[in-house]
């Protein structure tokens, strides 16, 4: 089966600009997740989503970040505007999650490198 | 609160040795138990995982991983180590109580296998 997609590989920006990721999970995975992950440490999740409701943000800098995810399949991250402690990998992640049991397997895209100058 | 620890930054082993990353962790309820490699300019593929049952679970590349519920420790071991196994390798947990299906993640420690 395809695995998670995300777009871009690599994105460079200047600070005080706005850049937004793209995630498309496996199909017919229901939770859809975005991580944070900073050069050194592990993955921050900052948003999960259940098809398309959220049903995690608590790590999410909403005065910056906003994330989508319409139609319960692929998802949009957008940072506006951008700060430089933002350069991190951004990870998408997806799993069946449709039980709720915790059990399942949550599998990751390649991730998008983001550089803020 | 919910946590999980790598003790080691970096793991250097021999290629034919065995090696061993640590996790431990604090959760609450019953754990459940993922590994995770990242190799470079990579996302984190899965490994493993301990749901319930046998405490010696074994996964993708001749890993395998010894939960021990006394000790809340879930460390990664293979018996002979490879240098294509040199990467960066994360645990995480999810607890079994509250939000459902939300991963904890590890630092990570690097793994370097040398020749």
């Known amino acids: 089966e395809a695995g998670v997609a995300q777009s871009p590989r690599y994105k460079i920006i200047e600070k005080r600009q706005s850049v937004a990721f793209w995630c498309n999970p496996i199909?017919?995975?229901?939770?859809l997740y975005w991580y944070q992950q900073i050069l050194g440490q592990g993955p921050k999740l900052l948003i999960q989503?259940?098809?398309?409701?959220?049903?995690?943000d608590s790590q999410l800098p909403k005065d910056r970040f906003s994330a989508e995810r319409l139609k319960g399949v692929d998802s949009t991250l957008k940072i506006q505007p951008a700060k430089l402690e933002d350069s991190a990998v951004y990870l998408c992640?997806?799993?069946?999650?449709?039980?709720?049991?915790?059990?399942?397997?949550?599998?990751f895209g390649p991730g998008t490198r983001l550089l803020v100058l | 609160a919910q946590s999980v620890a790598q003790p080691e930054d970096q793991v250097n082993v021999a290629e034919g040795n065995p090696l061993t990353v640590k996790c431990t962790y604090s959760?609450?309820?019953?754990?459940?138990l993922f590994w995770y490699v990242q190799y470079p300019n990579r996302g984190l593929q899965f490994l493993l995982k301990y749901i319930t049952g046998d405490n010696l679970v074994k996964g993708s590349y001749g890993f395998e991983a010894e939960f021990n519920k006394s000790q809340t420790s879930f460390h990664l071991k293979k018996p002979s180590a490879l240098v294509s196994d040199s990467a960066l390798y994360f645990c995480a947990v999810r607890p079994s109580l509250y939000n459902f299906n939300k991963f904890y993640f590890g630092s990570g420690t690097k793994l370097n296998v040398k020749p």
């Open positions: 199909s017919g995975h229901a939770t």
């Open positions: 992640a997806s799993s069946s999650g449709t039980s709720g049991s915790g059990q399942e397997t949550q599998y």
């Open positions: 959760v609450s309820g019953n754990p459940y």
């Open positions: 989503f259940q098809n398309n409701g959220v049903v995690d």
